[in-house]
């Protein structure tokens, strides 16, 4: 792997101080990522040169107190079709049930390592990651958000630009809460950057 970012982000929940670990860089070995686990139908080499984000949780509390969760949305755009879209980053297996999570639970690490599928000349992926929680754990359906991150890339003529990774402000999580909500109605997403 090639690192091309690697600090903490502070953060605080329910009055305890935290970190958010980022180690963000670019693949370049698909099999060292497991790529050869995912039973893709593509070569795995199609990922190489394609952006890797890892993020690892620093929190001092334990049992219930250190649950959180991880939601994902991502901005596509295709330049050759002209066709702009929005998603939510759901593993394949939760694409079909009422559940926003990229990852939830004790001290969950978030890791995505995108490629086009199908593959394209032209197009922008950018990420917006959220760091999040519920006020009871997993007994409600109520979603604050703690911190966010943006990173990405942008194809040009088969020519990958990785863009830098950046914190995001709580616009950010507010525009895309009203898209979750749109998508996940039986779901409360609170607006704004939370700490209790």
Do not use: C
């Not at 963000?24 to 952006?51: C, H, K, T, V």
């Not at 616009?171 to 109605?185: I, R, V």
Request: net charge negative; charged share 25%.
């Amino acid at each position: 792997m090639i690192i091309k970012s690697n600090f903490r982000e502070p953060f605080a929940l329910r009055g305890t101080a935290g970190e958010i670990e980022i180690i963000y860089g670019i693949n370049d070995d698909p099999e060292e990522f497991g790529f050869d686990l995912l039973d893709l139908p593509y070569e795995i080499e199609s990922a190489l040169g394609f952006p890797f984000l890892k993020a690892n949780l620093i929190y001092p509390q334990d049992y219930y107190r250190a649950f959180f969760g991880w939601i994902q949305t991502v901005r596509a755009q295709d330049y050759e079709a002209e066709e702009e879209s929005v998603s939510i980053d759901v593993m394949p297996m939760n694409k079909d049930i009422d559940y926003p999570f990229s990852f939830f639970g004790f001290l969950p690490t978030f890791f995505d390592a995108p490629e086009p599928n199908p593959a394209k000349k032209n197009e922008s992926w950018i990420a917006n990651t959220f760091l999040v929680f519920t006020p009871y754990v997993a007994r409600t359906r109520e979603i604050y958000a703690i911190k966010g991150f943006e990173w990405g890339y942008v194809l040009k003529n088969d020519e990958i630009e990785v863009q830098e990774i950046k914190p995001i402000s709580e616009n950010a999580w507010n525009t895309n809460s009203e898209y979750l909500s749109g998508m996940f109605p039986d779901w409360k997403f609170y607006r704004n950057f939370r700490d209790r």
